[in-house]
Structure formats: structure tokens, C-alpha cells
């Protein structure tokens, strides 16, 4: 479908929402920044210090296998993104891409899964902080993640380029902390690299049980969620140089560089544990400080604290964008929509900047494993959408529109279906019951307001510079 494709009328220098032309941002990134700042939204060692403890804890010896699986089911993911992105440069992302090719309703469910990744896993990252300040000083986790959140948003107020050197000299430090930890481990492996292949978890008892299939299959939404982030690139397709080319190259090179810092320091500690026991507790920091000491134990946490507010940073900006790009598609009552689209004196979007950092703030003291649970829901029905959006991507005059365009196609666009079909009926049903239910609410609000008003609401857009 292409009823929803509308170029995007330039406005006036310097105009505002107030003459009634959206604002426009500034391009101002080359590959290696938009690589910079998406790598930075993975966050590699957040994911690696936060997230992944969880998969050792369920799933043992058998996390970097699962993790390696969900990277695979994303490189076909990524394929779909690039050709998509570069097909639909939209700072809306997902929803752009998907209402442009599957129809506005289509759009709109993907606009909704992506409005709860991006609320929820700012704040997901930002309770880790605590527990790697730990060694200096001792913060409430929930506390000291509003804090990090707050931080982020007042960070994301700030100019795009100088956001961009800012997280690269945070990514530095992550990267080494991760460097550390793979050293450490694979130094004072306990057993060989096939225990990776042969799954056991601790059981609680001083012995050993085994890794099901039903289990790995439950981990996957949280496998995919450790490196969700890669989409970052075509958030900023309209701040990135020539997006038709550095968005698909953006997005390739970000996911490769992810799935490598996380899988070997995964793999390291996998090896390295004293014990079975030790690696399903999956206290990182305290296997570091076990290997080389606790001086070399509070250097790795706070770079792993430092990678946190990284992170934060990072996913501010990109959110802040999608309700940014919200405003100017006119998904709101129009003063909602004029507030999301106003750039400060940085042509950064202040009001949807704020309106992803402070409720990100507040869900900080939501319960940790429910936000997990939900938000690889929605990752995985996110993606799954994205994929089926691609089929759509070579029919009618966007066949031979210049976009990057994906090998094996359809094939893979399917295979990543299915997977991720079979991950969602594999999620925690209570996370399935949220998100459904907040979908058939996104679904009503379509109904009754959204639909009746198609000439003026829900208009999605893409930039006329881009149109090439």
C-alpha cells in the first residue's frame, strides 16, 4: 500500500510548529557516528552485565548457545531493517516503514510494540547501575536508576554530533570492561569450550539438571532483547549522510560488532566459572574479583556503570525521535502532536526527549523480571511485524524504488516469521497478557480516533529530500 506515503513539506528556515510545517532535524552523522551512538544503544556490556545474569541463571551453560540462535534469527531481522530503512527513511522507524508498505493499521500495532520497548528498556538498563556502584557506594537499584534516567534525558537535550563523541568515549570503556572479563575467563577456564554445547543448570542442591528445549525456547525473547538495538540506525535515517547507503551499512556493522562483544566475554565466563553454581548465580562482578582480585573487580563495575549511563543516553535520543517522528504523522489531538514535533536551540526535540526520560524515571520501581518479560514480547512481535512488512518491500512501484536490498529474499523475511511466531507462544503468559492487553487498548483508540479522522490523523510521512 502507498495511500500513506505523503512527502513532507519543507518549512522556512528557522519556522516553527507553530506555522503548521513539522521542523526538520539536522543531518549531521557519517557511518562511524550513527555506528558509534547505535552500538552505544545495544549497549553490549549492559546487556552482557544486566540482562544476560538472567539467561545463566535459567539456562546455565547453555546461554551462549541461546544467544548465538537469537543472533542468527537477527542478522535476518537486520536484513529486513536495512531494506526496509533505506526503502522508508523515516525517524519514525518500524511504524514508518510498516504502515508505508502493510497499510496504517499495521503501522499503528508496530507503533504501539515499539512504544513499549522503547519506554520500558531505558529503565530495564538504567536499575542495573546499583549493583556496579556497589563496590564505592551502595544506591538503591531503583533509585539510582531514575537518577541514571534523569541524567540521560538532560544528556539528550544536548546537540546530536556532541552526543555522539560523548557515548563513543563511554563505548571505549564498555568495550574494555568486556575485553577484561573475556581475558579473565578464558585465563582460568575450569572447563572446555564444548560445556557450551552440552546445557546444565545448577540446581539448587549442590548438583546439576538439564537444559530443555522449553526452556531455551522461554529464553528467547530475553536472547533477542540482548541485542535489540541495532534498529537504532534507522531511527536516525533522517540525521544519518546519504541514508539510502549508511543506514543499511549502519545497521549490518552494529549487529556484528554486538553479537561479537557480547558472545565471547559470554562464552569466557561460560568456561571460567569455578563452578556450576557460581555461573547460574551469574554474579559477574563477583567471578571478576574471584579471577584477578578486587581492585581489577571495582574497575570493571564502574566501566560496566559508565556503559549503563551510556546506554541511557542513547536509547533517550532514539526514543525521544519516534515520538518526535508520533507528532509529525499526527498520531495525537494536535496539541500533543505540536508539542512532540518542537525542536530546542540544539534541534533536539525537547518535549518528547522529557516525555521518554521521566516516565522512564518512574519505571524504575516497577519490578524488574516484569519488565523483562514483557518488553521481549514486544521485541519479538515487533520484529515479527518488521518481517512481514517485507514481504511487502518489491511490490508496486517499490520494487524498483533505489533502496538496499536483502539476499534470499522472501525466504528469509518467512523463516524469520515462523521463528519468531513459535518465540511468542513460547513467552511468559502472563508478559503475552500484558501486551496483548495493552494492544487491544492501542486497537480502540485506532478505532474510535484514529480511523475516522484519516485525512488528518495518522498521516505518515517521509522526508522529500529523501524521496530519491
Known amino acids: 500500500m502507498t495511500d500513506t506515503l505523503h512527502p513532507q513539506v519543507a518549512a522556512p528556515e ?19 557516528g550513527g555506528t558509534l551512538l547505535t552500538l552505544s544503544c545495544v549497549t553490549p556490556a549492559s546487556s552482557l552485565f544486566v540482562i544476560v545474569p538472567e539467561l545463566f541463571n535459567s539456562l546455565g551453560t547453555f546461554t551462549g548457545l541461546t544467544i548465538a540462535i537469537g543472533s542468527l534469527i537477527c542478522v535476518a531481522v537486520a536484513f529486513c531493517y536495512s531494506e526496509l530503512g533505506t526503502l522508508i527513511p523515516s525517524a519514525g522507524g518500524e511504524y514508518a516503514m510498516v504502515g508505508t508498505l ?11 510494540q515499539s512504544l513499549i520497548v522503547v519506554m520500558i528498556v531505558p529503565s530495564l538498563i538504567a536499575i542495573g547501575t546499583a549493583d556496579y556502584l556497589a563496590p564505592i557506594i551502595q544506591v538503591d537499584p531503583k533509585v539510582a536508576g531514575a537518577v541514571v534516567m534523569i541524567a540521560a534525558t ?3 537535550l544536548l546537540d546530536l554530533r556532541a552526543n555522539a563523541w560523548i557515548t563513543g568515549i563511554f563505548l571505549v570503556l564498555e568495550v574494555i570492561a568486556c575485553a577484561v572479563v573475556s581475558f579473565l575467563g578464558f585465563a582460568n577456564s575450569e572447563r572446555g569450550l564444548g560445556s557450551l554445547l552440552h546445557g546444565q543448570v545448577a540446581d539448587g542442591n549442590g548438583g546439576a539438571s538439564p537444559v530443555t528445549l522449553a526452556l531455551i525456547m522461554a529464553g528467547m525473547g530475553t536472547a533477542l532483547f540482548v541485542t535489540q538495538g541495532f534498529s537504532t540506525a534507522i531511527y536516525l535515517s533522517e540525521e544519518l549522510e546519504n541514508p539510502r547507503t549508511n543506514v543499511a551499512k549502519t545497521v549490518l556493522w552494529t549487529l556484528g560488532l554486538s553479537v561479537v562483544i557480547i558472545l565471547v566475554p559470554v562464552a569466557a ?57 508520533s507528532g509529525r504523522d499526527k498520531a495525537w489531538p494536535e496539541p ?55 514481504l511487502f518491500a518489491r511490490k508496486g512501484h517499490h520494487k524498483d524504488a533505489p533502496a538496499w536490498r536483502q539476499p534470499l529474499w522472501p525466504a528469509l523475511p518467512i523463516l524469520v516469521i515462523v521463528a519468531l511466531a513459535y518465540t511468542l ?19 480502540l483508540y485506532w478505532v474510535f480516533y484514529l480511523r475516522p479522522r484519516q485525512d488528518s490523523r495518522w498521516v505518515i510521512t517521509v522526508p522529500e529530500d529523501e524521496q530519491v
Do not use: E, H
Not at 496504517?104 to 504501539?112: E, P, T
Not at 563477583?286 to 543516553?313: E, H, K, M, P, Q
Open 102 to 112: 502493510a497499510g496504517r493499521f499495521a503501522g499503528w500495532l508496530v507503533f504501539i
Open 336 to 390: 500533543i502532536n505540536r508539542a512532540f514535533g518542537t525542536l530546542n536551540r540544539f534541534k533536539a526535540p525537547w518535549i518528547s526527549t522529557l516525555a521518554v526520560g521521566i516516565p522512564g524515571a518512574v519505571l524504575c520501581f516497577v519490578p524488574q523480571d516484569t519488565l523483562t518479560s514483557i518488553t521481549g514480547v514486544a521485541v519479538a512481535a515487533l520484529y515479527l511485524l518488521v518481517a512481514v512488512a517485507a
Open 269 to 325: 565466563i561460560t568456561v571460567g566459572a569455578p563452578d556450576l553454581a557460581a555461573l547460574t548465580n551469574g554474579n559477574i562482578s563477583d567471578l571478576v574479583a574471584g579471577w584477578a582480585g578486587s581492585s581489577v573487580g571495582t574497575f570493571v563495575s564502574l566501566c560496566i556503570a559508565l556503559a549503563i549511563i551510556n546506554a541511557g543516553i542513547v536509547m533517550v535520543i532514539q526514543n525521544s525521535r519516534v515520538l518526535f517522528a
Open 154 to 156: 538532560v544528556a539528550g
Open 425 to 443: 507462544y513460547s513467552q511468559d503468559k502472563m508478559a503475552l497478557l500484558y501486551t496483548a492487553g495493552i494492544t487491544v487498548l492501542a486497537s
Open 14 to 32: 528557522g519556522a516553527g510548529s507553530a506555522s503548521g510545517n513539522p521542523q526538520k532535524l539536522s543531518r549531521s552523522l557519517g557511518v562511524v
